[in-house]
């Protein structure tokens, strides 16, 4: 099927951000971005990541969605601020990645919190009834201690995640399994570091990441513009002015919080400060 809006769409770049903590919201968002950037031919897009990570199911599914879209158009993404954990995962699936010098990234590794309210819980009386079908359904109740047992079969799961983290960037960048663990565990650095460990493969700001994907996709930079995906804004966020910084903090608060709930007791790439 021969689209009528190929010509406009093959001089334009297309810009995905990807911003805050990564979860289902955002890999909805993106892959129907990418579905629409492969139907319209883009030739070339602009990854902008600014995230300290999120949820690993999440982060695989645009990572594979991005490695699929590899092989027809010239993704270069651009790490902002931060692009930590399972920003950088999702970066690992560009053909090429430009950072700011300060830019916080690394964080490669896994971690899963729990909360542990049974002190709390005892001091005001109340105590839960279990009925379980095995030893572990129960895992990472927030009434009780972990058992050793279960230490040792939530550590295997964060191991086996964390080998996949390892294993990808280790492929996508080129590099050994072994170099890679080298720095993979947990420690963030700078954009100026993440190229001398071959995570990034050039500094510069998202401008300058811009102008190379024009000029990979063979356009001119000084023409060339970028047709930008957009997150929509809840409805309360539209009535309430986007300009003013209390709303901004606020809702990134929120966010951040709801966030946190959702996430309880699973494995995730993400950066911690």
Excluded at 82 to 94: E, H, K, R, T
Aim: glycine letters at 10%; a positive charge.
């Amino acid at each position: 099927m021969i689209w009528p809006f190929k010509p406009k769409f093959r001089k334009q770049i297309a810009r995905i951000e990807v911003s805050g903590a990564i979860a289902g919201s955002t890999r909805n968002r993106v892959l129907e971005a990418l579905k629409f950037v492969e139907e319209r031919r883009f030739p070339a897009l602009l990854l902008r990541i600014d995230s300290p990570g999120g949820t690993v199911g999440d982060s695989q599914e645009i990572y594979s969605a991005l490695k699929r879209l590899q092989e027809k158009v010239k993704i270069v993404a651009s790490f902002g601020n931060i692009s930590a954990s399972g920003g950088v995962y999702i970066g690992m699936g560009a053909q090429h990645i430009m950072a700011n010098p300060g830019t916080i990234t690394g964080s490669i590794g896994v971690i899963l919190r729990g909360n542990n309210l049974e002190r709390l819980l005892d001091k005001i009386g109340v105590s839960f009834k279990v009925i379980k079908s095995g030893p572990y359904k129960d895992i990472l109740s927030f009434d009780r201690e972990l058992t050793e047992p279960e230490k040792n079969i939530l550590q295997e799961l964060i191991d086996t995640s964390y080998q996949q983290f390892v294993q990808t960037v280790a492929e996508a960048r080129q590099l050994t399994v072994e170099s890679v663990r080298a720095f993979a565990d947990g420690r963030i650095f700078t954009g100026q570091q993440a190229v001398e460990l071959g995570i990034v493969d050039r500094l510069g700001t998202e401008e300058d990441a811009r102008r190379w994907a024009a000029e990979l996709a063979g356009l001119d930079p000084e023409k060339t513009r970028c047709y930008n995906f957009e997150e929509k804004k809840p409805l309360l966020g539209r009535l309430i002015s986007g300009d003013r910084q209390e709303s901004s903090v606020l809702s990134a608060g929120i966010n951040w919080l709801e966030f946190e709930l959702k996430t309880s007791g699973q494995p995730l790439w993400l950066y911690r400060p």
